[in-house]
């Protein structure tokens, strides 16, 4: 089974930019749709942002335009570039493998926490 670990997080006032990374184990990390997730409190886990194995991303509407998806194989290693950040970005972040009808397929990791806030 796949585990991630997730970093990259912190503290960043509005407008200002962070890069997540997640890091997977497993030698087959290119076959996998990867995800990323944010939960604030008080509200459910949700998919932001997913990239297929082929390169095709595809953002939820509240991000699109602001966070970048991206992979590099040979690291294992997805990534979410997020600009033009918002107070109501703040969540912690995590990853996850997805299958097939886009649910996650792996353990959960500890997640990165992302604070917005000036």
């Known amino acids: 089974q796949v585990q991630v670990v997730e970093s990259g997080g912190g503290l960043v006032q509005p407008g200002g930019s962070l890069r997540l990374s997640c890091l997977a184990s497993?030698?087959?990390?290119?076959?996998?749709?990867m995800g990323w997730y944010r939960q604030a409190p008080g509200k459910q886990r949700e998919l932001v942002a997913f990239?297929?194995?082929?390169?095709?991303?595809k953002y939820v509407d509240s991000v699109k335009g602001r966070f970048t998806i991206s992979r590099d194989n040979a690291r294992n290693t997805a990534y979410l570039q997020m600009n033009s950040l918002k107070p109501e970005d703040t969540a912690v972040y995590y990853c996850?493998?997805?299958?097939?009808?886009?649910?996650?397929?792996?353990?959960w990791g500890q997640g990165t926490q992302v604070t917005v806030s000036s």
């Open positions: 996850n493998p997805l299958d097939s009808g886009l649910g996650p397929l792996g353990s």
């Open positions: 990239i297929t194995s082929g390169g095709s991303t």
């Open positions: 497993g030698s087959i990390f290119s076959i996998y749709t």
